[in-house]
């Protein structure tokens, strides 16, 4: 099955940017790589996803490496409310193995 | 308003009884998951269906029954209860291979 290893916890300063990284060394071709991310009491929330080229939406940005064993979230300012958990998982078309981690938890510095 | 309703919030029971777990979306999305989230664990995958009447197993399906008679509907079945099943459950449901979208999750406490 397809795995991430993500840091447990990571800490940044208000409006500061943010690189939360994730590995991924035995995807496939056919993987996407998706992040949400989870605030207290919520359910997950999508983020972001790409399959090999860098993606950047109103909310962060996705750098993929070359032969996209990793990945790297980018948030550009950190905010208060972007304290949450980070998952970043694989989604194929194999929907059984998509697998969540525990996520990067994410504290904000004011 | 569109979007996914997952009842009822919160549940309280004892050992050995049903409970059913309401999962509702307005989207037509063909794909629906059920999962669990433990404290301190990432989601793990319950159940999922691909579409009406085609239900499957993920990674935790012992004690769990699903049934998807209407796309909108993926209603969630602890046929009797064990403390081991205490956990917030959350619905999602996709389109094809486009992200999921997740409930608001079901605080489910077993007494």
């Known amino acids: 099955d397809a795995k991430t290893t993500q840091p447990n916890s990571m800490e940044s300063n208000e409006e500061e940017p943010v690189h939360l990284p994730c590995n991924h060394s035995?995807?496939?071709?056919?993987?996407?790589i998706h992040w949400y991310r989870q605030l207290p009491s919520q359910g997950p929330e999508y983020v972001i996803h790409?399959?090999?080229s860098n993606v950047n939406n109103r909310m962060a940005s996705l750098a993929i490496a070359e032969d996209r064993k990793s990945s790297t979230l980018i948030l550009h300012r950190a905010t208060l409310r972007d304290a949450a958990v980070y998952y970043c998982?694989?989604?194929?078309?194999?929907?059984?193995?998509?697998?969540f981690g525990p996520g990067t938890s994410l504290s904000v510095i004011p | 308003d569109a979007g996914i309703t997952q009842s009822p919030r919160y549940k309280i029971t004892e050992t050995g009884r049903q409970v059913t777990l309401m999962c509702h979306q307005t989207w037509s999305h063909s794909y629906m998951f059920w999962y669990r989230q433990d404290l301190g664990h990432g989601l793990r995958l319950i159940y999922y269906s691909a579409a009406a009447d085609i239900t499957d197993k993920g990674e935790v399906p012992d004690g769990y029954v699903v049934s998807r008679s209407k796309t909108e509907n993926f209603p969630l079945t602890l046929e009797s209860a064990t403390r081991s099943q205490t956990s917030v459950y959350f619905c999602?449901?996709?389109?094809?291979?486009?992200?999921?979208?997740f409930g608001d999750g079901t605080r489910l406490s077993i007494l």
């Open positions: 790409g399959l090999t």
């Open positions: 999602a449901s996709r389109t094809g291979v486009q992200p999921q979208h």
């Open positions: 998982i694989l989604d194929g078309t194999s929907y059984d193995k998509v697998i």
């Open positions: 035995t995807i496939s071709g056919t993987d996407y």
